[in-house]
């Protein structure tokens, strides 16, 4: 797979429930591999970005599957994290407002409210259920990427909300749109 095999907004497979996933067959084992191939050839083509997940059906394959980057703040180190039927089996801390983005909303940000900590359960590779605790940025990819298995986009979340809407500039910069103008009838995100 490639960047192109990425499906973005206005498909509305991103705003359908992916299935469960049972046994771990070769096919779900290349689809993992091509889900982590997809976001790094995606990086490669984003000068100011970081690929920094993927859930399955934005490869359009309707899956409970998440990969996430091992580092986010280094781009060298191209390992994933793989989370096959993740759910968040607790929500901690506080309600905290940060920018994010995502490989199906090309080019623009929000100011999404997550929790600063979350415990998620999953499957790993092999089948094996784990457990992990996560808080910052962490907690809020995990959030971010188990909506996407529920048929959830980041921007649904911030619908109504006039101020918290971003477009990245050619300089990596983000600019505040004008929600108005550019959101509230945007026949691309809704
Ligand atoms: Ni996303």
């Not at 498909?11 to 046994?23: C, I, P, Y």
């Not at 997940?53 to 191209?78: E, S």
């Not at 619908?159 to 509230?184: Q, T, V």
Request: proline share 3%.
């Amino acid at each position: 797979m490639t960047k192109d095999d990425i499906i973005t907004l206005p498909n509305q497979h991103l705003r359908e429930r992916s299935k469960k996933v049972g046994f771990i067959t070769p096919e779900i084992a290349q689809l993992i591999d091509d889900m982590k191939v997809a976001t790094l050839d995606w990086e490669a083509s984003r000068e100011h970005e970081v690929g920094v997940a993927l859930a399955a059906v934005q490869v359009d394959k309707l899956l409970r599957i998440v990969v996430i980057r091992n580092d986010f703040d280094n781009k060298q180190d191209k390992t994933f994290t793989v989370f096959i039927n993740p759910t968040i089996t607790k929500y901690e801390g506080a309600l905290e407002d940060d920018y994010e983005g995502c490989l199906s909303v090309p080019d623009i940000y929000g100011k999404v409210p997550r929790y600063s900590k979350v415990r998620v359960k999953a499957q790993d590779e092999r089948g094996h259920e784990f457990r992990i605790s996560a808080e910052g940025f962490l907690a809020r990819v995990l959030q971010h990427e188990i909506d996407h298995t529920n048929g959830i986009v980041f921007v649904d979340h911030i619908k109504d909300n006039k101020n918290a809407f971003y477009h990245l500039k050619d300089d990596g910069h983000l600019e505040e749109l004008d929600y108005e103008k550019s959101i509230r009838t945007n026949s691309i995100l809704w």
